[in-house]
């Protein structure tokens, strides 16, 4: 892996190994988890990669990998509304190339990578913890896809650290998220600081400054409004209703719930 590259050859992987695909036109990755034999755990809207529950689903699916109409002779066909499926890794890459995520990655490193989604400065649990988690939630869920709050890389980080996110009105895990909402965000807080200089240059540094401060603290590694959780209590709790995952709605009035908000 280069510096600002985490391609790597599929020879190179490991079961508990965090692996990601990007799609057409780079519009978003697809992230999961490499158990071994050739097969990745991964976290879907029913089974479509990803979704919004809206009409913005059209062109996302749009963007994502054609589908081969045969179903493939190595892969679990999922259960019928079930969000975590198993996959052989070249249905996962659909075509793709492959990518590795990267974790303990120093704060220059973090900030060198400007696009979200392929390192954090959170650090990895054993991979023989990690494979059992992602299989413990095969077995079990993880709740419903969110695109910003609960979606596929959120699942691949939580598998590989355990932390979760559970702090009503917060954004998750996610990288890709946190790159898509910050652009703009980053754009609107920056723009009183703007008014101290009328330089184009000066006003794009700035620009840049903020996004990327976004960006590192709401890195995993740098979150205060998270837990650590087992795969088993995490289940149970959503079970019960302890843990509450909501999709996202469409309304005139912004839903105020996070979808993984932690009861008492």
């Known amino acids: 892996m280069g510096l600002l590259s985490n391609r790597v050859q599929r020879e190179s992987l490991k079961p508990g190994d965090h692996i990601y695909s990007w799609r057409a036109v780079y519009i978003y990755a697809h992230h999961g988890i490499y158990v071994g034999d050739d097969k990745v ?11 919004t529950g809206t009409v913005l689903d059209v062109l996302l699916t749009s963007s994502g990998p054609a589908r081969s109409r045969q179903p ?14 198993s996959s052989c890794l070249n249905c996962f890459l659909s075509g793709g190339v492959l990518y590795r995520f990267e974790y ?116 995993i590694g740098m979150r205060k409004d998270v837990v650590k959780m087992s795969a088993e209590d995490l289940t149970r709790r959503l079970a019960t209703g302890l843990l509450q995952v909501v999709e996202p709605q469409i309304s005139a009035t912004p839903a105020r719930g996070s979808p993984l908000l932690l009861t008492q």
């Open 41 to 51: 755990i991964h976290f879907t809207r029913r089974g479509q990669e990803v979704g």
């Open 72 to 85: 493939c002779s190595t892969c679990t066909p999922p259960e019928e509304g079930s969000g975590v499926v």
């Open 104 to 219: 303990s990655v120093t704060p220059a490193l973090f900030l060198a990578k400007a696009r979200g989604g392929t390192c954090t400065l959170a650090g990895s649990d054993p991979d023989d913890a990690v494979v059992h988690r992602v299989k413990y939630l095969l077995e079990n869920g993880f709740g419903c896809y969110n695109v910003f709050k609960n979606n596929c890389e959120d699942f691949a980080i939580y598998c590989k650290t355990g932390l979760l996110v559970v702090e009503q009105g917060t954004i998750g895990q996610s990288g890709q998220a946190v790159s898509i909402i910050g652009g703009p965000l980053a754009a609107a807080l920056s723009t009183p600081l703007l008014l101290v200089t009328t330089n184009v240059y000066g006003m794009a540094a700035i620009t840049v400054a903020v996004y990327c401060a976004s960006r590192y603290v709401a890195d």
